[in-house]
């Protein structure tokens, strides 16, 4: 079993990774330090927000903390 995360915009797919098995959030938060964060900006400019949805590894201080120390 695998699963894929993938980060997009409305111009289309910035980043998409997959992983045996599921995603924990130290994996989640390595995704989005490595492969979203260099490519968004600060707000508010194009590619300023994240979105994401009520899965319990998007809820963490780290993430918090990494998004917020991105600008």
């Given at each position: 079993r695998y699963s894929l995360v993938a980060a997009i915009t409305t111009e289309g797919y910035i980043a998409a990774h997959a992983v045996e098995g599921s995603f924990d959030s130290q994996s989640f938060n390595e995704f989005?330090?490595?492969?979203?964060?260099?490519?968004?900006?600060?707000?508010?400019?194009?590619?300023?927000?994240?979105?994401?949805?009520?899965?319990?590894?998007?809820?963490?201080?780290e993430l918090y903390d990494l998004v917020h120390d991105a600008g």
């Open positions: 989005i330090a490595t492969k979203v964060l260099p490519y968004m900006n600060p707000f508010p400019a194009e590619r300023s927000v994240l979105v994401l949805d009520n899965c319990h590894i998007h809820h963490n201080e």
